[in-house]
């Protein structure tokens, strides 16, 4: 980029609203908002190379160290100012152009500060000092060491511990997309490739990254949209809520991204990463480590080997079934208390945490690995001191993913490597521990790698039990390690006794009782003799500073005492700074064991926890089998019945899942229709029902037991809700609209292998019209795709599908009426609700007696004049065997006929 003469010459300041930036932080007129604004040779020799770095990180807020500061200039500077309400003052930046906007904040600060301007989705350049000052000839050589953006944090304050901090990138080329991601803190890798935006923005929604990349070729490559931004070079249909930086084409074309791929992990095809036949897969993988390349610089710690995965191996979950069954967090505040992982989370790790939280995110569609863990769980179950002594030592595993990213990045400190060492060393009594365990994910545990176990007693023997935060400031190496280390130790005690005993020796030497020996950082050691008695200083004190009352000298000796401890000093925190930095460095280079180990440590945590709760909460492991049965006996809503006093939720049982064998303990009796139509009044539990049976069935596909008695469920494709009404505001849709669009997404997508759990259809239009649609909604689901679908809603007058089609049942929640009060059962038994309780609903809450008994008279006449309610009187309809679903199938145009 060329420099650009001043665009406005003339703009002398900007007063403090024209940059939003409160009157009380600004102190100097603003003068130069764009360092493009200003002639590049009018700026000092500092400025001028700030403004080239600048060049090379456009997008980037750039953090240019400066002394003890790291400081912001121009637009960067009004920024941070703006964003994290700093003072804004000014620079001097060359005669010809005066002050410039400036705001700084200190070193040591600069996590702190970086934290909170990536979590509002900015990217920062940090440019340090990469050579001494006090060395430097001229100006101080000053480098970019790393850029942080939201996707590629390392630092332990700036990440969450139960979550996974993702980076993707995508490629999208003739209506496909490829899409990887990676978590850079734990090493995780993977890539897929798919078909439709939509997928792909449910893929997206699921991962929740933060930060996408987009190659584009238009011109402010490098650009970075903040959450909620919108560009007309991002592909159409993405949702708007991630940050997206657009990258540069040339890393994502297939050439290089392989290149890319092959050389980072020094293999000759791809083939071993299962993604060698994708090619969006591998451009978009190729991508992303080129961006990771370009912005840890030297400090990339490995990843772990690429995995290539299909959103079709999983349960698919899209974003509308994932808020509705508040999975990660509920629907009405948004907040983690109360979603079902909330209720699950009984982890020890962050590892397992987050692998909880993953796996809950992408059940299993394959009935092997979904028994492999509940094999585990159960063995865990079934033994209680396993469990408890696994328990144990989890507690004592510090967050080994993270540790190893930043062991590999060379971020890590010495406590994290004594947290590392304390990890390792408890992996040999986990072995021990699972010795004679039997079920897979206890047996990975069985093996420890001897390098690990090496690693650990050499972090051991190495370094210090509390080692300081900073690590060239000495104290973090034992004794015995080092003998020239030890030898410069000795040396410093002993001169440092020397100087501690200098005030005795020197008292008794020239009988001055007070005489002290002291230090400052001015002068260093120094012995010190009260002015009334300075004229009996011996002729070999030198005379240093005179104060007040006393005197201040030095002697030869002393001098030459203190010089040696400083030089030994300064020399001890090389040796020791270099010694951890081989330490560090042998971490590093196991950082992909030290993963894999990780991983397994983390399932388990996972699994623990999960037979912990199934034993607290009283869980049933589910028979997980081939073909459409969904039958739950006496099954509990998770995250409700943890909220409730003991013993208060009312179990309720399901079947579903036409045509296939009852299941006995069910009871044989049991009904299995294809589509249930629940009825009952406001508050009585239907939604609760409904989200209770996709929970279930979610959990038992994610491995877990079940809040139920017993429970025998085929494995589901896809599991779709459509509850409640909430007007999507961002978008600008209607209530309607919106209910719409996702009634017609699930009639596009389910299958006969789906669960459909559908919460008041229609409600949110006029009733005739709302009733229309529900009904051909229903009998759709029913005759024609025969999807297991949970129905709840207030038009009774859906109950008639049952007698028109053979895989409909009715099913209603129960009340007990009494004369002034309705008794919630939370009961849910076969049969239709004949009424609403509506217009009780509304007496109960206190409307005029006038009104009640005028919404009686209406809703007579409505009743006696509809014509669909006519039409159902009439029973006009066909017999109910003549149309099975499968007879509606062969003939999609037929409907049945409600009208007579
Ligand atoms: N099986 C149950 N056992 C105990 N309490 C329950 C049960 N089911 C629901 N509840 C309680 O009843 C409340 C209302 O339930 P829910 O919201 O499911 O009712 P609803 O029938 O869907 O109401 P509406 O038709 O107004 O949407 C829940 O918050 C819960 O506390």
Not at 136 to 144: C, F, P, S
Not at 263 to 270: D, N, P
Not at 781 to 803: D, G, K, M, V
Not at 807 to 825: G, H, R, W
């Amino acid at each position: 980029m060329t420099a650009s003469k001043a665009t406005a010459p003339d703009r002398q300041s900007s007063d403090a609203q024209d940059i939003g930036i409160p009157e009380r932080l600004l102190k100097h007129t603003v003068r130069y908002t764009n360092y493009n604004e200003v002639h590049r040779d009018d700026l000092t020799p500092m400025m001028r190379h700030y403004a080239e770095v600048k060049d090379a990180y456009p997008y980037a807020l750039l953090m240019y160290r400066v002394g003890d500061f790291f400081e912001t200039f121009f637009q960067d500077a009004i920024a941070i100012a703006r964003e994290l309400e700093l003072v804004l003052t000014s620079k001097d930046a060359g005669k010809a152009i005066g002050k410039v906007p400036l705001a700084g904040i200190p070193h040591h600060a600069l996590d702190r500060y970086c934290a909170l301007l990536v979590e509002k989705g900015f990217a920062i350049a940090i440019c340090d000092q990469v050579e001494d000052p006090a060395q430097a000839q001229g100006l101080v050589k000053r480098e970019v060491t790393r850029v942080i953006t939201p996707g590629t944090i390392l630092e332990e304050g700036m990440l969450t511990a139960k979550r996974n901090n993702f980076l993707a990138a995508l490629v999208i080329a003739d209506k496909h997309w490829g899409l990887a991601h990676a978590d850079v803190s734990t090493g995780e890798f993977f890539t897929t490739q798919g078909s439709t935006i939509d997928q792909l923005s449910q893929e997206l929604m699921r991962l929740q990254p933060a930060e996408v990349l987009v190659p584009t070729n238009a011109p402010d490559l490098g650009a970075l949209l903040r959450p909620g931004e919108t560009s007309d070079k991002l592909p159409k249909g993405l949702p708007a809520k991630f940050c997206y930086t657009f990258r540069s084409q040339t890393a994502f074309t297939q050439t290089e991204a392989k290149q890319r791929l092959l050389q980072s992990y020094r293999v000759r095809s791809l083939e071993g990463f299962g993604c060698e036949h994708l090619p969006l897969a591998i451009r978009a993988a190729g991508g992303l480590l080129h961006y990771l390349e370009d912005t840890q610089k030297e400090s990339l710690a490995p990843l772990l080997p690429l995995s290539t995965y299909t959103t079709t191996e999983f349960l698919v979950i899209d974003n509308q079934t994932r808020r509705n069954l508040e999975i990660t967090q509920t629907v009405r505040d948004g907040v983690f208390h109360g979603s079902l992982l909330w209720a699950l989370d009984k982890t020890t790790t962050a590892m397992g945490s987050r692998a909880l939280r993953r796996w809950l995110l992408q059940p299993l569609l394959s009935i092997e690995k979904i028994q492999e863990r509940q094999t585990t769980i159960s063995e865990l179950v079934d033994n209680g001191t396993l469990r408890q002594q696994l328990q144990l030592i989890l507690k004592q595993i510090y967050d080994l993913e993270r540790l190893a990213g930043r062991a590999g990045s060379g971020t890590a400190n010495g406590r994290d490597l004594v947290a590392m060492a304390e990890s390792f060393e408890k992996l040999p009594d986990l072995a021990a521990l699972m010795a004679h365990a039997q079920s897979l994910y206890l047996v990975k545990l069985q093996t420890v790698p001897p390098e690990l176990e090496q690693m650990g007693r050499k972090l051991r023997s190495h370094l210090v039990d509390s080692p300081p935060l900073y690590l060239t400031d000495g104290g973090l190496i034992r004794e015995g390690v080092n003998a020239h280390l030890d030898g410069l130790r000795d040396q410093v005690s002993s001169d440092q006794r020397w100087i501690a005993s200098l005030e005795v020796t020197e008292r008794e030497r020239t009988g001055i009782s007070n005489l002290k020996v002291g230090f400052n950082k001015a002068f260093g050691y120094y012995i010190s003799i009260s002015r009334a008695k300075s004229s009996q200083a011996p002729d070999d004190y030198i005379r240093k500073q005179t104060l007040t009352n006393e005197e201040r000298y030095i002697t030869p000796e002393l001098k030459e005492r203190e010089a040696r401890i400083l030089n030994a000093k300064d020399e001890i925190n090389q040796i020791e700074y270099e010694i951890f930095l081989g330490l560090r460095e042998d971490v590093g280079q196991h950082a992909e064991l030290i993963r894999r180990v990780a991983v397994n440590v983390a399932a388990a945590d996972v699994l623990c926890g999960l037979a912990e709760i199934a034993i607290y909460q009283d869980y049933c492991r589910p028979e997980i089998v081939k073909g459409r049965t969904l039958t739950i006996d006496a099954g509990r809503h998770p995250v409700v019945e943890q909220s409730l006093p003991a013993g208060f939720f009312v179990p309720n049982s399901t079947g579903l899942g036409y045509g296939e064998t009852s299941i006995e303990s069910v009871g044989s009796a049991y009904p299995t229709p294809d589509l249930i139509i629940l009825t009952g009044p406001n508050a009585s539990g239907k939604s609760c029902y409904l989200r209770q049976v996709g929970l279930i069935q979610l959990m038992a596909q994610m491995g877990s037991f079940v809040p139920a008695k017993g429970a025998v469920l085929g494995v589901c494709d896809r599991i779709f809700t459509r509850v409640g009404a909430v007007d999507d505001l961002a978008t600008g849709q209607s209530t309607f609209m919106v209910e719409m669009n996702e009634t017609a997404n699930i009639l596009n997508h389910a299958t006969p292998q789906s669960l459909v759990l559908l919460d008041e259809i229609g409600r949110g239009t006029a009733t005739f019209d709302g009733l229309s649609i529900a009904w051909a909604v229903a009998e759709h689901l029913a005759s024609q795709i025969c999807a297991r679908t949970i129905f709840a809603t207030h038009y009774h007058e859906l109950n008639e599908l049952a007698s028109l089609l053979a895989n409909v049942a009715n099913f209603q929640v129960t009340v007990k009426e009494m004369p002034d009060q309705i008794i919630f059962l939370h009961q849910v038994q076969p049969g239709g609700a004949d009424r609403s309780y509506g217009i009780e609903a509304g007496r109960l809450a206190g409307l005029p007696p006038s009104v009640i008994k005028r919404a009686q008279q209406v809703m007579g006449q409505i009743e006696k004049h509809s014509k669909i309610a006519v039409g159902l009187r009439k029973g006009s309809h066909p017999k109910k065997s003549s149309k099975t679903p499968k007879a509606a199938e062969k003939d999609p145009d037929s409907q049945l006929n409600i009208f007579g």
